[in-house]
């Protein structure tokens, strides 16, 4: 077997806790099974990227994994990716010798836990000290996992504003209520109309400043020339137009929260005075000499890959750092086309109260083109077509006749998309996501259309399947169902 499991030696507080071992160097791999087992881990030990994947959707969920970086078919921040889709609770600490300590600390920007170098100097000294700690962060992610999945079944769906059940968005909905009592800055990336501007409300509203102003900006929206102005206020004759003093949004947001939306259209003269009031916690007004002192917590929000910014020089790096503590990507409505109905069926009750209609819902077959669109415009788009048909639909349902034009046109199948199986969504994709994807939305309906023929039987599904009651009950818990 590529990944073999090993029972821990010795009894101790600690039998409950599952570490994922993915290494392709065999020494590194028994050394940190032999020692882990010896202090009362169970330990799972994975050849490569691949395999540690096939373990975390097999025989999940485990508390901590232990990640190289450089490995063979899939690398460790690869696998840091994927890993947090499947378990978003597991902790992972990424392995490296001294040369890839930069990758390493990328990937505490991408959700690691921690990074080890090699060799290790005291094996055991991991058991002891340093997977306490990352138990300690899994117990607690699993928390706000826990807590959010009741909030979406009380409230059918919607967290603070936001619809949605599929995986991609509930992601989002946890780093939310994880980040949000802190004062940490968070850097929110997503297409245009993914709804960033939720996400920062939401992170305002949950947290202790909720009593205290949310001030917005879209700094796209200011010209160049005005935007220092907009945001540090300004002093009576500080310009030609400057009748009288004039507070900043850094004052107004005093206590609050000031969310900068398409931060990467700021100039490098303001990235460096924004980058002064994170790291002073005071502002100066055009045209003064005084410093003031503001309480501010800072959200920002892009469109655009920073990172490539960064390589043209056109973003500061220390700055991206300030604002980059937590990173949420919001991910793009053909990414969760299961949320759709959700969406749409949302929408629908709001424009059919404010037209005066009485319309109930879609017709399967306007369901199915929903489903099939691309939404370059995401969820603005969905909100913007929902209107519209509202307003043209005849009768009590809408019907596909009722969508915009450009849902009209023939699809690339001929039933309903899922997620997963429309191949412009699958080709958006690298070629191993694209593959877990698919299977995870075959594992779906299979297990679905099983349980539909049993009436539910667990024991007679698990065995038709040929899986034992056990496994098949693990599966059941990881699709959801």
Same mark, same amino acid.
Request: hydrophobic share 40%; net charge negative; with cysteine.
């Given at each position: 077997?590529?990944?073999?499991?090993?029972?821990?030696?010795?009894?101790?507080?600690?039998?409950?806790a599952?570490?994922?071992?993915?290494d392709d160097?065999?020494?590194?791999?028994?050394a940190?099974?032999?020692?882990?087992?010896?202090?009362?881990?169970?330990v799972?030990?994975a050849?490569?990227?691949?395999?540690?994947?096939?373990?975390?959707?097999?025989?999940?969920?485990?508390d901590?994994?232990?990640?190289?970086?450089?490995?063979p078919?899939?690398?460790?921040?690869?696998?840091?990716?994927?890993?947090?889709?499947?378990d978003p609770?597991m902790?992972?600490?990424?392995m490296?010798?001294?040369?890839?300590?930069?990758?390493?600390?990328?990937?505490?920007?991408?959700?690691?836990?921690?990074?080890?170098?090699?060799?290790?100097?005291?094996?055991?000294?991991?058991?002891?000290?340093?997977?306490?700690r990352?138990l300690?962060?899994?117990?607690?992610?699993?928390?706000?996992?826990?807590?959010v999945?009741?909030?979406?079944?009380?409230?059918?769906?919607?967290?603070?504003?936001?619809?949605?059940?599929?995986?991609p968005i509930?992601?989002v909905?946890?780093?939310?209520?994880?980040?949000?009592?802190?004062?940490?800055?968070?850097?929110?990336?997503?297409?245009?109309?993914?709804?960033?501007?939720l996400?920062?409300?939401?992170?305002?509203?949950?947290?202790?400043?909720?009593?205290?102003p949310?001030?917005?900006?879209?700094?796209?929206?200011v010209p160049?020339?005005?935007?220092?102005?907009?945001?540090?206020?300004?002093?009576?004759?500080?310009?030609?137009?400057?009748?009288?003093?004039?507070?900043?949004?850094?004052?107004?947001?005093?206590r609050?929260?000031?969310?900068?939306?398409?931060?990467?259209?700021?100039?490098?003269?303001?990235?460096?005075?924004?980058?002064?009031?994170?790291?002073?916690?005071?502002?100066?007004?055009?045209?003064?000499?005084k410093?003031?002192?503001?309480?501010?917590?800072?959200? *920002?929000?892009?469109?655009?890959? +920073?990172?490539?910014? #960064?390589? %043209? &020089?056109?973003? =500061? /790096?220390?700055l991206?750092?300030?604002?980059?503590?937590?990173?949420?990507?919001?991910?793009p409505l053909?990414?969760?086309?299961?949320?759709?109905?959700?969406?749409?069926?949302?929408?629908l009750?709001?424009?059919?109260a404010?037209?005066?209609?009485?319309?109930i819902?879609?017709? *399967?077959?306007?369901?199915?083109? +929903?489903?099939?669109? #691309?939404? %370059? &415009?995401?969820? =603005? /788009?969905?909100?913007?077509?929902?209107?519209r048909s509202?307003?043209?639909?005849?009768g009590?349902?809408?019907?596909?006749?009722?969508?915009?034009?450009?849902?009209?046109?023939?699809?690339?199948?001929?039933?309903p998309?899922?997620?997963?199986?429309n191949?412009?969504f699958?080709?958006?994709?690298?070629f191993?996501?694209?593959?877990?994807?698919?299977?995870?939305?075959?594992? =779906?309906?299979?297990?679905?259309s099983l349980?539909?023929?049993t009436?539910?039987?667990?024991?007679?599904?698990a065995?038709?399947?040929?899986?034992?009651?056990?496994?098949?009950?693990?599966?059941?818990?990881?699709?959801?169902?």
């Amino acid at each position: 077997m590529l990944a073999t499991r090993h029972k821990q030696l010795v009894s101790s507080p600690l039998d409950s806790a599952r570490v994922l071992v993915v290494d392709d160097e065999l020494t590194i791999r028994a050394a940190l099974t032999h020692a882990l087992s010896a202090q009362g881990y169970e330990v799972t030990a994975a050849v490569n990227g691949q395999v540690g994947l096939d373990a975390v959707r097999e025989d999940g969920p485990f508390d901590v994994a232990l990640v190289d970086l450089s490995m063979p078919v899939i690398d460790g921040l690869s696998f840091l990716k994927q890993a947090q889709g499947l378990d978003p609770g597991m902790s992972v600490i990424m392995m490296t010798g001294h040369a890839s300590v930069r990758t390493a600390v990328e990937s505490l920007k991408l959700g690691a836990l921690d990074y080890l170098t090699k060799p290790f100097e005291q094996i055991f000294a991991i058991g002891e000290q340093v997977l306490p700690r990352a138990l300690e962060a899994s117990r607690q992610r699993r928390s706000v996992t826990e807590l959010v999945a009741c909030e979406l079944d009380e409230r059918d769906g919607v967290f603070e504003g936001m619809i949605g059940r599929s995986e991609p968005i509930k992601r989002v909905y946890e780093l939310i209520a994880g980040v949000a009592p802190t004062d940490a800055t968070v850097l929110i990336q997503g297409e245009t109309g993914t709804g960033k501007e939720l996400v920062a409300r939401a992170i305002h509203n949950r947290s202790a400043r909720q009593e205290a102003p949310f001030v917005a900006l879209n700094c796209a929206a200011v010209p160049s020339e005005l935007l220092e102005s907009e945001l540090f206020g300004h002093e009576k004759g500080a310009f030609t137009n400057a009748v009288a003093a004039k507070k900043g949004l850094f004052e107004e947001a005093n206590r609050g929260t000031l969310f900068l939306d398409e931060i990467a259209e700021m100039s490098p003269a303001l990235q460096a005075k924004l980058l002064r009031v994170l790291q002073e916690g005071e502002i100066r007004r055009v045209g003064s000499s005084k410093t003031l002192q503001v309480d501010v917590r800072i959200l *920002a929000a892009t469109h655009r890959d +920073l990172r490539e910014a #960064l390589k %043209e &020089g056109a973003f =500061r /790096e220390d700055l991206y750092y300030r604002l980059a503590v937590v990173v949420i990507n919001v991910p793009p409505l053909r990414e969760r086309a299961d949320d759709i109905p959700l969406l749409a069926g949302q929408f629908l009750r709001e424009f059919s109260a404010n037209f005066g209609r009485t319309l109930i819902g879609f017709d *399967a077959e306007a369901m199915v083109k +929903l489903q099939q669109h #691309l939404w %370059e &415009g995401n969820v =603005r /788009e969905l909100r913007n077509v929902v209107e519209r048909s509202t307003i043209f639909a005849r009768g009590h349902v809408i019907k596909q006749e009722h969508l915009p034009d450009e849902l009209q046109a023939p699809s690339p199948t001929d039933h309903p998309r899922s997620t997963t199986t429309n191949a412009s969504f699958l080709t958006s994709m690298e070629f191993i996501e694209a593959k877990q994807a698919a299977l995870k939305n075959f594992e =779906r309906h299979y297990v679905h259309s099983l349980l539909e023929r049993t009436e539910g039987n667990i024991s007679q599904a698990a065995r038709e399947a040929g899986m034992d009651r056990s496994n098949f009950r693990r599966l059941l818990k990881r699709l959801g169902s």
